[in-house]
């Protein structure tokens, strides 16, 4: 590009590596060392009282992150080299590592194998427990400033918001209040309590559930929801969401997202001593890559146009994949299975007592009356494949254990299209009815009830 600078200090820039909404990262050559730096330039250009508020909290940040620097020397933490605070920029020097942040491996289509997920986490455990012993809270761990290369080397970066608990919070320049990402906050931090370390530990226990389920232990459609579920409500079990976790993950996961400060993990060696048991328990050539075809399959589907990307590889965890001949009964008259089916191809023939009902497609949803029925629970309709058809079979076994979030997005849907169905069948019958009462809009009468004493 360009606009990329020649040198910064006394570095040569040889490329650039990375940007993002404040900062610059290069990648540059030192005459003091022989491995190349990674050198993160942030300018000033902007004079105006909003911005020069924020240059004033960036270099509240860099200065934090250096001095944070010169007490921390652990391989799994990036070591900074010096800051430099110039009238038009500010730089970051530190060392180059040609990895990537963990964001990339939190999408359920680009999981990790789980041996591999807990191995990096055991080394963020081990540095976090060094960065705390030298006194130091990094008070923002998410993906983003976690780094992992192709042999899982591991390097914690972005030490800019840590906490300094040997100082007193009044008198602490690097103390701001309400820094973190609030996905990955612990109660204490978004309710403003003093800090430890147990805070990291929480951050990472979340890092942890992203890695290994594909989705984050509290979602919410609003920032005031997130903020609520993280002080009161329940994760939901790591085993229920991945199949592969053995029950021993729950426990870990828990004790690490411990609402109560005295019931979590009190140190990294702690929280790293229990993921070494359950790394004993998985074998590492079971892994199999996740089969994103199936997904791609579901997304063009109608019926799930309402589900975000998180949910529908829920759905392929939960669901069955079924396939049936021209003539296959698939759901019987009045069984009590509750089982119900999306359809993906071919066509379904919908009957009662023996007469048709309808014919159904791709897209379509059958079976789920038996579902919705919170009585009888009996299929009122068959089902009888009419060409040969592929169908995602959702068991109502498979989903009481889903996300809460799941069976209300089912529950929805399913409601939805039984709505416009009986809305359809009305204007069905309506052909053959006989011809309605004409009515008219009238005034209504309102009644003023007043309160008498006696």
């Given at each position: 590009?360009?606009?990329?600078?020649r040198?910064?200090?006394?570095y040569?820039i040889?490329?650039?590596?990375?940007r993002?909404?404040?900062?610059?990262?290069?990648?540059?050559?030192?005459?003091?060392?022989?491995?190349?730096?990674?050198?993160?330039?942030?300018?000033?250009?902007?004079?105006?009282?909003?911005?020069a508020k924020?240059?004033?909290?960036?270099?509240?940040?860099?200065?934090?992150?250096?001095?944070?620097?010169?007490r921390?020397?652990?391989?799994?933490?990036?070591?900074?080299?010096?800051?430099e605070?110039e009238?038009?920029?500010?730089?970051?020097?530190?060392?180059?590592?040609?990895?990537?942040?963990?964001?990339?491996?939190?999408?359920?289509?680009?999981?990790?194998?789980?041996h591999?997920?807990?191995?990096?986490?055991?080394?963020?455990?081990?540095?976090l427990?060094?960065?705390?012993?030298?006194?130091?809270?990094?008070r923002?761990?998410?993906?983003?400033?976690?780094?992992?290369?192709?042999?899982?080397?591991?390097k914690?970066t972005?030490?800019?918001l840590?906490l300094?608990?040997?100082?007193?919070?009044?008198?602490d320049?690097?103390?701001?209040?309400?820094?973190g990402?609030?996905?990955?906050?612990?109660p204490?931090?978004i309710?403003?309590?003093?800090?430890?370390?147990?805070?990291?530990?929480?951050?990472?226990?979340?890092?942890?559930?992203?890695?290994?389920?594909?989705r984050?232990p509290?979602?919410?459609?609003?920032?005031?929801q997130?903020?609520?579920k993280?002080?009161n409500?329940?994760?939901?079990?790591?085993?229920?969401?991945n199949?592969?976790?053995p029950e021993?993950?729950d426990?870990?996961?828990r004790?690490?997202?411990e609402?109560d400060?005295?019931?979590?993990?009190?140190?990294?060696a702690?929280?790293?001593?229990?993921?070494?048991?359950?790394?004993?328990?998985?074998?590492?050539?079971?892994?199999?890559?996740?089969?994103?075809?199936?997904?791609s399959?579901?997304?063009?589907?109608?019926f799930?146009?309402e589900?975000?990307?998180v949910?529908?590889?829920?759905v392929?965890?939960?669901c069955?994949w079924?396939?049936?001949e021209?003539?296959?009964?698939?759901?019987?008259?009045?069984?009590?299975?509750?089982r119900?089916?999306?359809l993906?191809?071919?066509?379904v023939?919908?009957?009662?007592?023996?007469?048709?009902?309808?014919?159904?497609?791709?897209g379509?949803?059958?079976?789920?009356?038996?579902?919705?029925?919170?009585?009888d629970h009996?299929?009122?309709?068959?089902?009888?494949?009419t060409?040969?058809?592929?169908?995602?079979?959702?068991?109502p076994a498979?989903?009481?254990?889903a996300?809460?979030?799941?069976?209300e997005?089912?529950?929805?849907?399913l409601s939805?299209?039984?709505?416009?169905?009986?809305?359809?069948?009305?204007?069905a019958?309506?052909?053959?009815?006989?011809?309605?009462?004409?009515?008219?809009?009238?005034a209504?009468?309102?009644?003023?009830?007043?309160?008498?004493?006696?």
């Amino acid at each position: 590009m360009s606009d990329i600078p020649r040198t910064i200090g006394k570095y040569r820039i040889v490329k650039e590596v990375g940007r993002g909404a404040t900062a610059v990262v290069y990648m540059g050559e030192s005459p003091d060392w022989p491995e190349p730096v990674a050198i993160k330039l942030i300018r000033f250009q902007d004079r105006s009282r909003d911005e020069a508020k924020w240059n004033r909290r960036l270099l509240k940040l860099l200065k934090a992150e250096k001095a944070v620097a010169s007490r921390l020397d652990h391989p799994h933490i990036i070591r900074i080299h010096e800051a430099e605070v110039e009238p038009s920029q500010a730089y970051v020097v530190m060392e180059y590592f040609p990895g990537e942040s963990l964001e990339r491996f939190c999408g359920f289509e680009r999981m990790l194998p789980v041996h591999r997920a807990i191995g990096i986490v055991f080394k963020c455990c081990m540095a976090l427990d060094y960065a705390y012993r030298q006194g130091i809270v990094h008070r923002d761990i998410k993906p983003a400033n976690i780094l992992v290369d192709d042999r899982d080397n591991v390097k914690i970066t972005d030490f800019g918001l840590a906490l300094n608990i040997n100082k007193k919070v009044e008198a602490d320049s690097t103390f701001i209040m309400g820094v973190g990402s609030p996905a990955y906050m612990s109660p204490e931090q978004i309710k403003g309590y003093p800090l430890n370390q147990k805070t990291d530990l929480y951050s990472l226990g979340v890092v942890l559930f992203h890695l290994l389920t594909g989705r984050l232990p509290f979602r919410a459609s609003n920032p005031a929801q997130l903020i609520y579920k993280i002080i009161n409500a329940d994760p939901p079990r790591v085993s229920q969401l991945n199949p592969e976790l053995p029950e021993q993950m729950d426990a870990v996961i828990r004790k690490a997202l411990e609402k109560d400060l005295y019931s979590r993990y009190k140190n990294g060696a702690e929280f790293a001593k229990d993921l070494t048991a359950v790394r004993f328990q998985i074998v590492d050539d079971r892994y199999v890559p996740p089969d994103t075809t199936r997904f791609s399959q579901l997304r063009k589907l109608s019926f799930f146009t309402e589900f975000g990307d998180v949910e529908l590889w829920e759905v392929l965890r939960i669901c069955s994949w079924r396939a049936a001949e021209p003539g296959a009964l698939l759901i019987r008259e009045g069984d009590a299975d509750q089982r119900f089916g999306i359809l993906i191809e071919g066509e379904v023939e919908v009957s009662v007592e023996g007469r048709r009902v309808s014919c159904l497609g791709p897209g379509e949803v059958f079976g789920e009356l038996a579902w919705l029925d919170n009585i009888d629970h009996r299929h009122p309709m068959s089902i009888v494949a009419t060409a040969r058809c592929a169908y995602a079979e959702i068991h109502p076994a498979a989903l009481a254990l889903a996300t809460d979030e799941l069976r209300e997005l089912f529950r929805t849907t399913l409601s939805t299209v039984v709505a416009k169905r009986l809305g359809a069948a009305a204007r069905a019958l309506a052909q053959h009815g006989e011809p309605a009462a004409a009515g008219q809009i009238t005034a209504t009468t309102i009644l003023d009830l007043q309160l008498v004493e006696d």
